[in-house]
């Protein structure tokens, strides 16, 4: 399976951005899918998870009521609204499927940068 995260770029804090993550294969469907996010220097946290139909999710604590995480298995792609941005949220977004509820299973796409300015 291939990922391929897109969408990021550079935006002021308080602005939006919609992040895009389309998978190759026919696995997509079947798997519950996460969002991880990797600052300079830090360790790559898992933010946001998806259940293979959509209607659980989980997010992080310092991205609870800001981000949503979304997904459309007919287009084998999942989405990720970041909404209120923060300095803090600058970082390479990544997409991955999740063996355990929590565990990247696949491997990683190039990862798409987010740049949040003051």
């Known amino acids: 399976v291939q990922l391929v995260e897109s969408g990021g770029g550079l935006v002021q804090a308080g602005g939006s951005l919609r992040l895009s993550c389309a998978a190759s294969?026919?696995?997509?469907?079947?798997?519950?899918m996460g969002w991880f996010r990797q600052a300079p220097g830090k360790q790559r946290d898992l933010i946001a998870r998806?259940?293979?139909?959509?209607?659980?999710?989980y997010y992080a604590d310092s991205v609870k009521g800001r981000f949503a995480i979304s997904r459309d298995n007919a287009k084998n792609t999942m989405y990720l609204q970041m909404n209120s941005l923060k300095l803090e949220d600058t970082a390479v977004y990544y997409c991955?499927?999740?063996?355990?509820?929590?565990?990247?299973?696949?491997?990683w796409g190039q990862g798409t940068q987010v740049t949040v300015s003051a």
């Open positions: 991955n499927a999740l063996r355990n509820w929590g565990t990247p299973s696949w491997h």
């Open positions: 998806i259940t293979v139909g959509g209607g659980t999710t």
């Open positions: 294969g026919s696995t997509f469907s079947i798997s519950p």
